[in-house]
T-cell receptor
Framework: EPEVTQTPSHQVTQMGQEVILRCVPI?????FYWYRQILGQKVEFLVS????????KSEIFDDQFSVERPDGSNFTLKIRSTKLEDSAMYFC?????????????FGDGTRLSIL | AQSVTQLGSHVSVSEGALVLLRCNYS??????LFWYVQYPNQGLQLLLK??????LVKGINGFEAEFKKSETSFHLTKPSAHMSDAAEYFC??????????FGTGTRLLVSP
């Protein structure tokens, strides 16, 4: 079965540095998402992306965050100047469409640790 | 706005016993409801979903859930627990299929 793949599985970065988290969605999917899970807390929606633009974003997704689909296969989340509180597990997801028969499929996540 | 409450951060059952994981939702529009499972060091896997139609939905691995509008609930059940069911379970609600709003999760522990 096709999978969403995320790299790296674990990223350690100094506070203030830029970090890029990478995702390869399922190949024929059209909608892409990022979620994060701070340790011990719930999974939170960050952003959804369709047709090369953001379709919805949460209040968490401020100016330090950006997303991009630089080519036909990758979907990236960039955090411009990382803070300690950005430490979390970041999940990428994709879906074929946005109706009931086309659920979101999640990757295994990237654990981001900010020092 | 949508929200989800999962009662019980941990649920312990014996192998072969009934599994019941509780989820209550709040939604200003007819909700779409989901249960996801997360095994250690893995992503979220869809167990089942309710959109419209039949209120009792069956998912993978023998799990099922019933949508009860009057109780605003979507509890997850399985008649007989297996050791392999030990994982974290997340209930989620969505109005648009784009933004999923998750509960805090329930860790299921299964003892022999």
């Amino acid at each position: 079965e096709p999978e969403v793949t995320q790299t790296p599985s674990h990223q350690v970065t100094q506070m203030g540095q830029e970090v890029i988290l990478r995702c390869v969605p399922i190949s024929n999917h059209l909608y892409f998402y990022w979620y994060r899970q701070i340790l011990g807390q719930k999974v939170e929606f960050l952003v959804s992306f369709y047709n090369n633009e953001i379709s919805e974003k949460s209040e968490i997704f401020d100016d330090q965050f950006s997303v991009e689909r630089p080519d036909g296969s990758n979907f990236t989340l960039k955090i411009r100047s990382t803070k300690l509180e950005d430490s979390a597990m970041y999940f990428c997801a994709s879906s074929l469409g946005k109706n009931s028969n086309q659920p979101q499929h999640f990757g295994d996540g990237t654990r981001l640790s900010i020092l | 706005a949508q929200s989800v409450t999962q009662l019980g951060s941990h649920v312990s059952v014996s192998e072969g016993a009934l599994v019941l994981l509780r989820c209550n939702y709040s939604s200003s529009v007819p909700p779409y409801l989901f249960w996801y499972v997360q095994y250690p060091n893995q992503g979220l896997q869809l167990l089942l979903k309710y959109t419209t139609g039949a209120t009792l939905v069956k998912g993978i691995n023998g799990f099922e859930a019933e949508f009860k509008k009057s109780e605003t609930s979507f509890h997850l059940t399985k008649p007989s627990a297996h050791m392999s069911d030990a994982a974290e379970y997340f209930c989620a609600v969505s109005a648009s299929f784009q933004k999923l709003v998750f509960g805090t999760g329930t860790r299921l522990l299964v003892s022999p």
